[in-house]
């Protein structure tokens, strides 16, 4: 290989490496990468290489996918030195390991294992008419190996089909992973040539889920899901016929606003996990642009690539479609809604097409909480950390369900994987164990809805209110009560602001950007003079509240619970039917948020003692009652 060609690595490889790289007599291992989606696994594995000066990562990109974009990034994340591809193809590397058939992978003299990037394989897609191998197109290919589908049938199954497996009659890969000895027999009657190169290894990225649960709650509790909360998670594959997508009735532009319009703040939390070809295909400031409502209304967009395991461990529900994180949902007993349920482009005989085909359906025009809530009081809820069952819902034909088929070795995919790696470097594998990494704990993720809350509420007994919260609903929320409305101050609409009953916003309380509680509460109430209460919720636990007659009071639960935006609305409610704070001070005020539970709040009044406070000099007391 010529040192002199432009953008080709010179150390730790290339013609003059020995000159220059520290450690030169390194095994090298390359990682081929497709897109985001399929580095993703090829990350899951990564670690498998730890420790081991022996062994040096190397990575490239086959170029060959429509989803380019982040891939540069995440390479670049990784500290991995990144081959360009015509490099790759020339070095004779020990071994070669990909996530997808994407690119002319023929053309490697070396070792090569290629692992699934999903749950198996189960989407059927024709090769494309590139030259090389994609299943991010659905055109057919006249590379050699490849055949276009015959009139009216469908195209080949990605990754066990000769069009995919075989080129000039041989199999592409010297190792085909596959995670359960079903798709092995699926191989053996579709590509019996390919079927010696087979290796049942596992799925690491369950493995990793699996070894997640135990900290569920953490992962709850860094979505901002409050206690008695259910997490409602959507979650879309790529594609035209997807959730996501618009080739079908395209159900998302309604469904977006129901979450909020329909299931009150106070009870449910809503999450969207997107396939990462919607967004680097569409980009990411496209998709926040397209959810921008949904988004100011609650809903979580979780880290395609950092995030989707954890979400998926902490969701209470999933409304989703035929991709591998509804089949991984299914597998851990959480119940799933399919929100776009084509089975067209599955294979017929692969496990995921069986679950699609019987999994409840949602009905995309009837009421949305009843239907979630019929799909959780059905299924009931697993305690966390517990090991994964037979997906609740409607009862399956009989054999193996979800969390059978997805790995035949459940917990041990690290051992067999790097067992079948290191055979093929020809090297003994280290002494210590084989482990992935344990899932990171994402970063807290508050709630904050900016969208107007119209509140509905109930006075229920002395010092009890019931508070629903409903986040820009179109229509007045149904139930019964009096209704008011409660607005972030960094509301989109300066109108609906305007006349809003109550205004918060969070903050902590020595924030200099808007003075203190007390300086805050009382500029919002003389800029807005329709506004009766402003609060400031300075944690997770209390806000500082002031009345239109100047009153401030501290609302606190401990230990936190609910949003302490609710709390407010309840005093709002509470006030407003003519009753006096004086009359909570005493026992505080008890907050239900329907099945989310009940919550005590204090209400205590705050002095400050500066000229013209209205409460006089001092500090907090809680006066008589």
């Not at 041989?170 to 000895?181: G, K, M």
């Not at 989703?320 to 089949?327: K, M, Q």
């Not at 399919?338 to 025009?365: E, H, I, K, N």
């Amino acid at each position: 290989m010529s040192e002199g060609r432009v953008g080709w690595v010179r150390v730790p490889v290339g013609a003059d490496s020995a000159r220059w790289a520290t450690r030169g007599r390194c095994k090298l291992v390359l990682f081929v990468v497709h897109n985001v989606t399929s580095a993703t696994r090829l990350l899951d594995v990564l670690p498998l290489f730890r420790d081991d000066l022996r062994v040096q990562l190397l990575a490239t990109c086959t170029g060959s996918s429509p989803f380019q974009a982040g891939v540069s990034e995440l390479l670049a994340k990784t500290g991995v030195p990144v081959l360009p591809w015509e490099q790759a193809l020339e070095l004779p590397v020990d071994l070669a390991i990909s996530a997808s058939f994407g690119g002319q992978l023929h053309a490697f003299s070396s070792k090569l294992t290629v692992l699934s990037h999903g749950v198996g394989y189960n989407k059927r897609l024709a090769t494309p008419d590139t030259g090389h191998r994609t299943p991010d197109t659905g055109c057919p290919s006249p590379e050699a190996g490849s055949r276009t589908p015959d009139a009216g049938q469908p195209p080949p199954v990605f990754g066990l089909s000769p069009d995919w497996l075989l080129a000039d009659g041989s199999p592409v890969a010297d190792a085909l992973v596959l995670s359960h000895p079903e798709q092995l027999e699926r191989l053996r009657a579709a590509c019996p040539e390919a079927a010696p190169t087979a290796v049942l290894a596992g799925d690491p990225c369950y493995d990793r889920i699996l070894a997640g649960l135990p900290y569920r709650e953490r992962f709850r509790r860094a979505l901002d899901v409050r206690p008695g909360q259910r997490l409602v998670l959507l979650n879309s594959t790529w594609n035209p016929d997807s959730l996501f997508g618009d080739g079908g009735e395209d159900i998302l532009p309604s469904l977006l606003p129901r979450l909020t319009a329909e299931l009150p703040a106070d009870e449910y939390r809503s999450a969207a996990v997107l396939h990462p070809n919607i967004w680097h295909g569409h980009g990411p400031g496209q998709i926040r642009v397209w959810l921008d409502r949904a988004r100011r209304g609650g809903l979580a967009l979780v880290d395609p690539l950092e995030g989707w395991r954890q979400a998926l461990i902490a969701a209470d529900v999933v409304i989703g479609d035929a991709g591998s994180v509804s089949y991984y949902a299914a597998a851990l007993g959480t119940p799933v809604l399919m929100g776009a349920a084509s089975p067209d482009g599955l294979d017929a005989r692969s496990p995921v097409a069986a679950f699609v085909r019987q999994a409840p359906r949602l009905s995309p025009y009837a009421p949305l909480r009843a239907q979630l809530d019929a799909l959780l009081d059905g299924a009931g809820r697993r305690p966390s950390g517990t090991r994964p069952g037979r997906a609740p819902g409607p009862a399956l034909s009989p054999g193996p369900g979800p969390a059978e088929l997805v790995s035949s070795a459940p917990g041990e995919a690290a051992a067999l994987l790097r067992r079948h790696f290191y055979r093929f470097i020809g090297i003994p594998e280290p002494r210590e164990p084989a482990l992935l990494d344990p899932l990171p704990l994402p970063p807290y993720e508050r709630v904050t809805r900016t969208s107007p809350m119209r509140v509905v509420t109930r006075l229920l007994g002395t010092g009890e209110i019931e508070v629903s919260r409903y986040a820009d609903p179109r229509s007045e929320p149904a139930g019964d009560g009096d209704a008011h409305t409660a607005v972030h101050e960094d509301t989109l609409n300066p109108d609906r602001r305007a006349l809003a009953d109550v205004i918060f916003r969070y903050g902590a309380a020595d924030d200099p950007r808007y003075g203190t509680p007390e300086e805050w509460t009382a500029e919002v109430l003389a800029r807005h003079p329709y506004c009766a209460l402003a609060a400031l919720v300075t944690d997770p636990g209390s806000s500082t509240v002031r009345t239109r007659n100047g009153t401030l009071l501290r609302l606190a639960s401990a230990p936190p619970a609910a949003d302490p935006a609710a709390y407010v609305s309840a005093l709002y409610a509470w006030l407003a039917a003519g009753k006096t704070w004086e009359e909570l001070a005493a026992g505080g005020m008890t907050v239900r948020t329907g099945d989310s539970g009940s919550h005590h709040v204090s209400v205590t009044r705050v002095t400050t003692g500066g000229p013209g406070d209205p409460n006089g000099p001092g500090s907090p007391v809680t006066p008589a009652s």
